[in-house]
C-alpha cells in the first residue's frame, strides 16, 4: 500500500524550530523527488520546498529560504524538513507529496505546526 | 512566478448537475518538450488533497468519469458532469510546467445548493 506518514508537529514560541518527517512506504522512495506543500488554518495549498530523488538539487518557496531546509534519507525512506526561525505566519497543516512524473499523486495525512507565543 | 487563477471561487450547484471550475494561468503552461502540466486536485472537508487530474486531462486511478479535465496554454477547465453529495469540497488547480515555484489556484469550493 502506497503511503506517506508525516510526524513532527507541535507548538513552538516564534524564533524556535521544528523538523517534521515523513516516512514512505509502497513505492520506490529512492526513485521518487518529494514535495513538502502547506495549508494555513482555513487557506488553500501553498508549494514550500522540493528534493530531488538523490538530494543534490533542492528548491525553495520565497517564503521560506533561508529558513527551512529539506532533505533525505533513502536508507529510511524517509523525508525531513528542518524548520528554524518559525513565525506565526508558518502556521500551517504541513503535507508531504509525491514529486516525480507529473507529481502530487500522492499525499500524507499532514502534520499540524502551530506557531504562538 | 506563474499565477494560478480560479473563477468561481464558490460554486453552489443541485445535485445532479454540472459543475464547471475555470483556471487561468499568467503564461502558457506547454513545455518545451510541448507536455503541459496542469493538474487538479479534490480536497473533501477535513481530507488531504487528492489529485483527481493530470497533463490537463487525463484522470487518475479510480477517479469517476464523471470528472474531466480540458484546455491548452492558458486556459483549462475542470468540468464535474453529475454532481454528487461526495463531490462536496474544494477543488484546486495546480501548475508544474514553470518551476519552482510550482503554483495552486486560489482554490473553488463547491456545495450543494
Known amino acids: 500500500q502506497v503511503r506517506l506518514v508525516e510526524s513532527g508537529g507541535g507548538v513552538v514560541q516564534p524564533g524556535r524550530s521544528l523538523r517534521l518527517s515523513c516516512v514512505a512506504s509502497g513505492f520506490m522512495f529512492s526513485s521518487c523527488g518529494m514535495h513538502w506543500v502547506r495549508q494555513a488554518p482555513g487557506k488553500g495549498l501553498e508549494w514550500v520546498a522540493f528534493i530531488q530523488y538523490d538530494g543534490k538539487n533542492k528548491y525553495y518557496a520565497d517564503s521560506v529560504k533561508g529558513r527551512f531546509t529539506i532533505s533525505r534519507d533513502n536508507s529510511k525512506n524517509t523525508l525531513y524538513l528542518q524548520t528554524n526561525s518559525l513565525r506565526p505566519e508558518d502556521t500551517a497543516l504541513y503535507y508531504c507529496?509525491?514529486?516525480?512524473?507529473?507529481?502530487?499523486?500522492?499525499w500524507g495525512q499532514g502534520t499540524m505546526v502551530t506557531i504562538s507565543s | 512566478d506563474v499565477m494560478m487563477t480560479q473563477s468561481p471561487l464558490s460554486l453552489p450547484v443541485t445535485l445532479g448537475q454540472q459543475a464547471t471550475i475555470s483556471c487561468r494561468s499568467s503564461?502558457?503552461?506547454?513545455?518545451?518538450?510541448?507536455?503541459?502540466?496542469l493538474n487538479w486536485f479534490q480536497q473533501r472537508p477535513g481530507q488531504s488533497p487528492r489529485r483527481l487530474i493530470y497533463?490537463?486531462?487525463r484522470r487518475d486511478s479510480g477517479v469517476p468519469d464523471r470528472f474531466s479535465g480540458s484546455g491548452s496554454g492558458t486556459d483549462f477547465t475542470l468540468k464535474i458532469s453529475r454532481v454528487e453529495a461526495e463531490d462536496v469540497g474544494v477543488y484546486y488547480c495546480m501548475q508544474g510546467t514553470h518551476w519552482p515555484p510550482w503554483t495552486f489556484g486560489q482554490g473553488t469550493k463547491v456545495e450543494i445548493k
Open positions: 503564461q502558457s503552461l506547454v513545455r518545451s518538450d510541448g507536455d503541459t502540466y
Open positions: 497533463n490537463v486531462s
Open positions: 507529496t509525491k514529486g516525480s512524473g507529473y507529481g502530487f499523486d500522492i
